[in-house]
């Protein structure tokens, strides 16, 4: 039943307790997914409706460790992926955090059920999630977007959260666009056209 309330807070954005218990509220948020998923809404938590939870883009938790940026005007309707990115991402964060240099700001990642998104490439399938770079004034989630030729940036700390972001995801990392040429000849990044102010990170699964 704990297992239940997590999904349907990290599908729905929804604040149950995670109690065990299968109180109205839960059952209304299961009848609530369900007709948005187009399934039978009888609140019953069978095979169907655990499938459609499992497959069901996740939404990222903007607490402690994490901001929500929004620099192509596409707002938090963009910021869907699915349950492994998103849980990698925050366990990188989480780590970032222990460095006392703020939260690392997220910006574009997808559409609650993929899609095309303004401005973008690619963020189709939930497997790609941007982030900004760290400043030397730990300010990157309320001060002004930077690049890395900016007087601002810090690139120790932005590789300390590519490292993190690789540690957390180890063999699930495609590929991080930023276009730091140190970080470039270190290994951690890649070069990608109009990736000067922000890091693309690209999962596998």
């Known amino acids: 039943m704990k297992a239940l309330q997590v999904e349907l807070n990290g599908m729905r954005r929804l604040n149950l307790p995670v109690d065990g218990v299968f109180g ?14 187009g399934i039978g ?25 994490l901001c929500d940026q929004d620099p192509d005007g596409n ?17 990188a964060a989480r780590s970032f955090a222990s ?9 574009d990642a997808g559409f609650e059920h993929g899609g095309d998104i303004p401005g973008h490439g ?3 399938v939930g497997l790609d999630i941007d982030i ?10 309320t001060a002004g977007r930077i690049t890395w030729e ?25 590929i991080i666009f930023f276009n730091d040429p140190v970080l470039i000849n270190e290994g951690l990044t890649a070069e990608w056209p109009a990736h000067d102010n922000h890091l693309h990170v690209r999962f596998c699964e």
Request: proline share 5%.
């Open 122 to 124: 690619s963020h189709e």
């Open 24 to 37: 109205t509220a839960v059952r209304d948020a299961v009848v609530a997914f369900q007709s948005h998923a």
């Open 75 to 91: 707002g938090t309707a963009a910021n869907w992926a699915t349950s492994a990115a998103v849980a990698q991402l925050e366990q």
């Open 41 to 65: 809404a009888d609140g019953i938590v069978g095979p169907i409706t655990w499938r459609n939870l499992a497959w069901h883009y996740d939404y990222p938790d903007f607490g402690a460790n």
């Open 132 to 141: 900004w770079p760290i400043r030397t004034d730990n300010a990157q989630c």
């Open 99 to 107: 460095t006392s240099q703020g939260k690392v700001p997220y910006g």
């Open 150 to 174: 900016s007087s601002t940036y810090d690139r120790a700390a932005t590789r300390q959260l590519v490292q993190a972001i690789r540690a957390a995801a180890p063999g699930h990392v495609r």
